[in-house]
């Protein structure tokens, strides 16, 4: 069984930075494409960052662009979202995911197959 699980959620101040964690189990994941995606209490969930598991393409929402980083460790099966300059906007839940999409759809949670129970992050101003 496939499981994601995410962690480094947290209240931190506008400015200020977090490191999200996705511990992937259950299967090798180096052929799939490992995305962020985020939901704020009465919107819909967005795409935040993507890359290929096994290569160095990534993409980004024009939101986040240049303050976030996605990274993975394949030895540790983790991947990572390290968040810069954090803005109160940045406030929701944020989740992590796998699949096999297609470059063009990597921003579409539709080409996911695997989804983590997701940790809140809260920026206050």
């Known amino acids: 069984q496939v499981q994601l699980v995410e962690s480094g959620g947290g209240l931190v101040q506008a400015g200020g930075s977090l490191r999200l964690s996705c511990a992937a189990s259950?299967?090798?994941?180096?052929?799939?494409?490992m995305g962020w995606f985020r939901q704020a209490p009465g919107k819909e969930r967005e795409f935040v960052a993507a890359l290929r598991w096994s290569a160095s393409n990534t993409k980004y929402t024009d939101l986040v662009k240049g303050r976030f980083i996605i990274s993975i460790n394949n030895a540790k099966n983790t991947g990572y979202l390290q968040m810069n300059s954090l803005k109160p906007e940045d406030t929701a839940r944020y989740f992590c995911?796998?699949?096999?999409?297609?470059?063009?759809?990597?921003?579409?949670?539709?080409?996911?197959?695997?989804w983590g129970q997701g940790t809140q992050v809260t920026v206050s101003s």
């Open positions: 995911a796998a699949g096999r999409p297609i470059w063009g759809n990597i921003d579409s949670a539709g080409g996911y197959s695997y």
């Open positions: 259950g299967r090798a994941f180096s052929s799939y494409a």
